[in-house]
């Protein structure tokens, strides 16, 4: 009799639960940011709570959680209680923040619902600059260390480490060029713009109205394919490099959410995904899209982390 009991509370437990989550999500879902209200990630946060809200009837409530290099944004992410109403907008800093000694947060804390975005590194310089191929530009470093500049942002981040990355697919050592650390894309731009580096490593879109305007010519981008935007740009892995780098964003959860959760979440996000509003918010944002669903987006992560270790420890930031 009591194991009749037993077994029919537990039933009614789990009916309970699958009736929990099929009417997911019943309340309020924090979306949490890493990063400053305003900047990139910020944006794309606020464009995907805006269409989660749309799609599911419930608010989804953005909260900027700042600081650390965006280690304090993450850690809350991946702290917060599994269940389905705390969503964090991850960022590439999940793999290389904890390497750093930043957070002890990394990318085994979450599980994955979709990546968004990716946006390769571009290497620019003047319009006046003497080299006219990305080859041409590493001849001319490889045979006079220490003579040129380069810039993107501030020291041991993406732009820095995409550099790094491309010199040790060369084998040029990183300390041959100078790096002008910066708080970002736009005051390196403001650097070479004032002959004050020779080069700077950033996404195109950055650097899309000096592009435009014939100041700046990119060399090369660090990407896969070519960038429909900025068609006649190579990539590295056309001129022989076998490298490719840079900044992504996605959407994931703390670690041991529910299934079903992910895959509610992950459907609603794809439909966004292909939606022509975040097609044109993606383009006129300058952001690329790259979509990987849950399994692609873990081993992707998973790749990252293990790639910005050893440039990492190229570039002399970790031991």
Not at 130 to 144: G, K, N, Q, R, T
Request: glycine content about 10%.
């Amino acid at each position: 009799m009591k194991k009749l009991v037993f077994f029919g509370l537990l039933g009614v437990l789990l009916l309970g639960s699958l009736v929990s989550l099929a009417s997911y999500p019943t309340r309020a879902v924090t979306v949490i940011c890493p990063w400053a209200a305003g900047g990139g990630t910020d944006r794309l946060s606020r464009f995907i709570a805006d269409q989660l809200q749309r799609e599911f009837g419930k608010p989804f409530v953005v909260v900027n959680r700042t600081g650390g290099g965006g280690a304090v944004g993450h850690a809350a992410g991946a702290y917060a209680r599994p269940d389905g109403y705390t969503i964090t907008v991850v960022t590439l800093e999940i793999s290389t923040m904890h390497w750093m000694g930043l957070t002890k947060v990394g990318y085994k804390d979450f599980d994955y619902v979709i990546q968004l975005n990716q946006d390769p590194s571009a290497v620019i310089v003047r319009a006046d600059a003497p080299w006219h191929s990305l080859v041409e530009l590493l001849v001319d470093i490889a045979m006079h260390p220490g003579k040129y500049k380069f810039s993107g942002s501030a020291a041991g981040t993406i732009w820095d480490l995409a550099r790094i990355g491309m010199f040790h697919a060369v084998g040029i050592p990183p300390d041959y060029v100078v790096w002008v650390p910066t708080r970002g894309a736009a005051p390196s731009i403001v650097e070479l713009l004032g002959k004050h580096v020779d080069v700077i490593t950033c996404s195109l879109p950055e650097a899309a109205s000096q592009l435009e305007s014939g100041q700046f010519k990119a060399l090369a981008i660090m990407a896969d394919k070519r960038d429909p935007r900025f068609p006649n740009v190579p990539t590295l892995k056309e001129l022989g490099i076998n490298w490719s780098a840079g900044t992504w964003r996605g959407i994931a959860v703390p670690k041991g959410t529910p299934k079903e959760i992910i895959n509610i979440l992950y459907k609603k996000l794809l439909k966004i995904a292909n939606s022509e509003a975040f097609k044109d918010f993606m383009s006129k944002n300058g952001f690329g899209i790259q979509i990987r669903g849950p399994k692609e987006f873990y081993n992707f992560a998973k790749e990252q982390d293990s790639t910005w270790e050893k440039i990492l420890k190229i570039g002399g930031y970790v031991k």
